[in-house]
């Protein structure tokens, strides 16, 4: 993701590090409950159709993904160069790359949590779940890039319609809207992956089942969400005016927005199947809190309560990846306690919060406090003006 390194130097693309970091800061804080029997609703993803706050967190970096492919391959001129070409494909690799290993990580520390020796915690690749929130993220851009670099952008209009319409066709002649194994997402991702290298969901029976929210076919609708973002990212650079831009941002935001709520009754908001209904509803708030916040920084020059944020949205894949690893050290450290051993992340839950705060208000101030771990690894690579870029 490009970055920016000071205000003064490209003040129309700070607002995008702040929605970045928003974002950022929302995934860590919703992946990092004390407990996950003791979450409040916002804090929850909807089980099946519907939306909350948490639904919305990894859809609008999408969003934001987008944009900024737009920004880094504007320097490539949008043309398939050799440099171009290789950048996309390497940045792709790499994520999804680091989205396996880390994957692999949680594996290796949950199987050391439960007593089992280095090797044996270390080869569980048999069980080793293959997909996930970067490995979304890394073929959703690598697919979108390669198409911005070689279509007309006249036609991106058009090939997202048809990817969005045709995927919706999929859902409805596959049983694609039913929470069930038997849904053609889930049939594609058994015959390709195989069942145990795929993420176990819970049907409406309270049956655990191989269901994966980032599904192979269910990435096709995600192509569609970069490349709205990319569509975006034409409009905030050929408007050089904040405020032509904001009443552009807001008006195509709310007409997606719109487009969204209003086509759930013939196919629901569902974040899981990431329904096309899903993918404009989200994009279209996505662009309206981006408007508010060009709106508020840039043109009010209201920033002091942005910086929190700032040092999340110039380093996010590295923070992200960090917060995944120490959410796995946490909970595979132990500690001892009235004579027993519990791991780190329940002793501090369980003893130093829950027993004055209670469960669910112990349990956000536990998700609070990592994400100021975060935060404070963040704030010190930005004030070195270190940025980890892939």
Not at 332 to 338: I, S, Y
């Amino acid at each position: 993701m490009d970055t920016i390194t000071t205000f003064e130097t490209n003040k129309r693309l700070l607002s995008l590090d702040i929605l970045r970091g928003i974002t950022i800061a929302g995934m860590i804080l919703v992946n990092n409950p004390g407990s996950w029997s003791y979450v409040y609703a916002p804090l929850r993803h909807a089980e099946w159709n519907g939306l909350t706050p948490t639904d919305l967190v990894f859809p609008f970096f999408m969003f934001i993904m987008g944009i900024s492919t737009f920004l880094s391959l504007q320097k490539f001129e949008f043309r398939p160069t050799k440099n171009c070409v290789s950048k996309i494909v390497r940045r792709t690799f790499l994520i999804f790359i680091i989205g396996l290993a880390l994957n692999w990580f949680g594996t290796f520390c949950r199987g050391l949590s439960s007593g089992e020796n280095l090797i044996v915690a270390a080869t569980h690749f048999d069980s080793l779940r293959i997909l996930g929130v970067l490995q979304r993220l890394a073929l959703a851009y690598g697919f979108a890039a390669m198409i911005v670099v070689l279509t007309n952008h006249k036609k991106l209009i058009w090939i997202i319609i048809g990817l969005l319409g045709g995927y919706f066709l999929i859902l409805l002649l596959g049983n694609g809207f039913a929470q069930s194994e038997n849904n053609i997402i889930a049939i594609v991702d058994k015959a390709i992956l195989g069942v145990t290298h795929m993420y176990k969901d819970v049907d409406p029976a309270g049956n655990r089942i191989a269901f994966d929210p980032e599904g192979l076919l269910s990435t096709i609708p995600s192509i569609a969400h970069v490349l709205i973002g990319v569509l975006f990212g034409k409009i905030i650079t050929e408007n050089k005016d904040n405020h032509s831009k904001v009443e552009k941002i807001m008006i195509w935001g709310t007409i997606l927005a719109f487009a969204g709520l209003l086509l759930q009754y013939g196919c629901p908001i569902n974040k899981k199947i990431w329904s096309p209904t899903f993918v404009l509803t989200t994009t279209g708030f996505a662009a309206q809190l981006l408007a508010l916040l060009i709106w508020i920084i840039d043109i009010e020059g209201k920033i002091k309560w942005s910086r929190f944020f700032h040092a999340f949205g110039v380093n996010p894949l590295f923070i992200y990846v960090l917060s995944g690893v120490l959410a796995n050290v946490i909970g595979t450290l132990h500690v001892m306690h009235n004579g027993a051993t519990t791991n780190l992340k329940t002793y501090v839950y369980e003893v130093l919060l829950r027993s004055w705060a209670g469960n669910y208000f112990g349990s956000l101030l536990y998700a609070l406090a990592f994400v100021s771990i975060c935060w404070l690894f963040g704030y010190l690579l930005h004030k070195k003006h270190i940025y980890i870029k892939i």
